[in-house]
């Protein structure tokens, strides 16, 4: 019975050894890497993304909704590409509705090199997320503030150029439509813009929601 019981019992304080306590550096958080948390891993600090780094399994699972995430941020970035470069690349077909003005033609450039730059740095952060392995991004975290701000801005930036991208897309139609001769065309951009706000309007309220209840947990915990 003691020698049936002697792997489990040695497995146990094997995992136990490698738990490690939350290091000094992941302790002081400013609001800039509260907020870069947040935004990354969908909390205000570091503590529970420490915790996946104690084990294989967890830390697998962070990796592969970061990775899906990348996946989807180069697919987005792929898709505002081609269309930002259609509309850059060929005129309008109507004359009611011209994106050719600097305005949007600007706007419309400025979205094709964010999305660019979207795809470039989703696709170097994907290929480092799957090259990485749980020690190595300890040690990493441990180093405290550069190598924690730029862990974060390898998560961050992808979706911050994706976003930007898109709204430099959106306002190039929305400049485009409200400049046109067209009563129907202002119309139709009016409502475009009245929905954008909302859903903005919305997806910030919740973001703001959230960090605060996250920040209230943290607080809990502590």
């Given at each position: 019975m003691t020698q049936s019981r002697r792997p489990f019992q040695l497995?146990?304080?094997?995992?136990?050894?490698?738990?490690?306590?939350?290091?000094?550096?992941?302790?002081?958080?400013?609001?800039?890497?509260?907020?870069?948390?947040?935004?990354?891993?969908?909390?205000?600090?570091?503590?529970?993304?420490?915790?996946s780094l104690q084990s294989d399994q967890a830390f697998e699972t962070v990796r592969s909704r970061l990775c899906s995430i990348l996946a989807s941020t180069i697919t987005t970035a792929s898709v505002l590409l081609a269309i930002s470069g259609v509309f850059v690349s060929t005129g309008s077909p109507v004359s009611y509705f011209d994106y050719t003005s600097p305005v949007p033609y600007c706007l419309l450039f400025i979205s094709l090199m964010f999305a660019m730059i979207a795809m470039l740095t989703s696709g170097s952060s994907m290929i480092r997320w799957l090259h990485t392995d749980r020690y190595w991004t300890q040690e990493q975290l441990k180093q405290g503030d550069y190598f924690i701000l730029s862990y974060l801005l390898s998560i961050v930036t992808p979706i911050v150029f994706i976003v930007c991208s898109l709204n430099c897309f959106i306002f190039a139609m929305l400049i485009a439509g409200f400049s046109s001769q067209s009563m129907i065309c202002?119309?139709?951009?009016?409502?475009?813009l009245v929905a954008y706000a909302v859903n903005v309007g919305t997806i910030m309220m919740e973001a703001m929601w959230k960090y605060a209840t996250s920040l209230n947990h943290a607080g809990d915990r502590q």
């Amino acid at each position: 019975m003691t020698q049936s019981r002697r792997p489990f019992q040695l497995y146990d304080d094997r995992a136990s050894a490698e738990e490690q306590p939350l290091p000094d550096a992941l302790h002081r958080a400013s609001f800039l890497k509260r907020v870069l948390c947040f935004l990354a891993l969908g909390r205000p600090d570091l503590g529970d993304h420490w915790k996946s780094l104690q084990s294989d399994q967890a830390f697998e699972t962070v990796r592969s909704r970061l990775c899906s995430i990348l996946a989807s941020t180069i697919t987005t970035a792929s898709v505002l590409l081609a269309i930002s470069g259609v509309f850059v690349s060929t005129g309008s077909p109507v004359s009611y509705f011209d994106y050719t003005s600097p305005v949007p033609y600007c706007l419309l450039f400025i979205s094709l090199m964010f999305a660019m730059i979207a795809m470039l740095t989703s696709g170097s952060s994907m290929i480092r997320w799957l090259h990485t392995d749980r020690y190595w991004t300890q040690e990493q975290l441990k180093q405290g503030d550069y190598f924690i701000l730029s862990y974060l801005l390898s998560i961050v930036t992808p979706i911050v150029f994706i976003v930007c991208s898109l709204n430099c897309f959106i306002f190039a139609m929305l400049i485009a439509g409200f400049s046109s001769q067209s009563m129907i065309c202002r119309a139709v951009t009016a409502l475009w813009l009245v929905a954008y706000a909302v859903n903005v309007g919305t997806i910030m309220m919740e973001a703001m929601w959230k960090y605060a209840t996250s920040l209230n947990h943290a607080g809990d915990r502590q």
